[in-house]
């Protein structure tokens, strides 16, 4: 895997594979750059000898991915894919939907996931004294585009984790965030420590955003709360318990334009606590059942590859 910023680099790599597809960040934000596995996995099924490009803010997260050729940390392609999605309040299909649809090459069928490969033992280099069946954690989005209508409220978060007090937290994400009563401490790490720690996870609970697309890309079922400003048919997984409410005001949400702070925030009041502690609840029930069918079932033959399930 070539990882370069040089634009004479880029050119050696095109002038070999003319028919390279280059595709381009939307944003600098994780999630959206965590997107662009998406659309590498779905040209590599529809045209398995076409090279994939990707310029990215995160480079790191591409370093193993099997469907990406070449990474490059800077925009050094002169023809390049700039894949974006648009949402406002009427928005209906999903946003992957989206962004598959303006390859240029029609795709018959689509998987609506991200990919993340991680690489090492443990995988990612994350650390091996975790405790048993721990919860991941971040109780705070990314204000910076939507203010402050993903926030549930750290003081709810605190709540949840008195309530699973027999289950340890274990905080990722952000160091500024504040940190949880009681939550062992694993901020600031990098982001491929971050995902290697929630693949080892019983669960995780994150609001909508980067990090439910770290969650989905290393394959880990979570709670993530939307309150109203967006659908999770519109951004979210399926495999997540996703919480949301439908206030008369909502979704308010918009790709294209700064959100403002919202005074009332009545989508996120209207969560309660125990809401979410069942939705963990529900998460973990299945996770013990399915291992109690595991323990029963013949050993697997052994695995070759290194990506979490």
């Known amino acids: 895997m070539r990882v370069s910023g040089s634009v004479w680099a880029y050119a050696a790599e095109f002038l070999r594979h003319p028919r390279a597809i280059t595709l381009r960040r939307a944003s600098r934000g994780l999630g959206d750059n965590l997107l662009l596995s998406c659309l590498a996995r779905e ?36 023809a390049y894919h700039k894949i974006a999605y648009r949402i406002d309040p009427g928005t209906r299909e999903h946003l992957i939907d989206q962004m598959v649809r303006q390859l240029p090459f029609p795709v ?54 008195e309530r699973l007090a027999g289950t340890p937290f274990v905080q990722i994400g952000d160091p500024a965030t504040p940190l949880l009563p009681g939550a062992e401490d694993r901020r600031g790490r990098p982001v491929l420590e971050s995902a290697a720690i929630l693949a080892r996870s019983a669960t995780g609970v994150f609001l909508e955003g980067g990090m439910m697309h770290l969650a989905e ?20 997984y399926d495999r997540h318990e ?7 005001c909502g979704p308010c949400f918009t790709s294209h334009t700064a959100m403002t702070v919202c005074e009332s925030m009545v989508c ?38 290194r990506r979490p399930a």
């Open 217 to 236: 890309a290393v394959r880990k079922p979570s709670v993530i709360v939307f309150g109203g400003m967006i659908r999770p048919e519109v951004s979210g």
């Open 242 to 248: 996703n919480i949301a409410t439908r206030p008369e």
């Open 268 to 305: 996120m009041k209207e969560i309660p606590v125990e809401r979410v502690t069942d939705a963990v609840k529900r998460i973990l029930e299945r996770g013990e059942t399915a291992a109690s069918a595991s323990a029963r079932a013949p050993a697997p033959a052994p695995a070759t590859g």
């Open 43 to 78: 040209v590599k099924r529809a045209d398995p000898g076409r090279r994939v490009f990707v310029e990215t803010a995160w480079p790191e997260l591409f370093l193993h991915n099997p469907n990406v050729d070449a990474v490059f940390t800077r925009k050094v392609s002169p």
């Open 108 to 161: 018959a069928g689509w998987e609506r996931t991200v990919d993340l490969f991680l690489p090492g033992d443990p995988p990612g280099g994350a650390a091996p004294d975790l405790p048993h069946r721990f919860i991941a954690v971040n109780p705070a989005g990314k204000g910076g585009h939507s203010a402050n209508r993903k926030e549930w409220g750290i003081g709810n978060f605190a709540a949840l984790r």
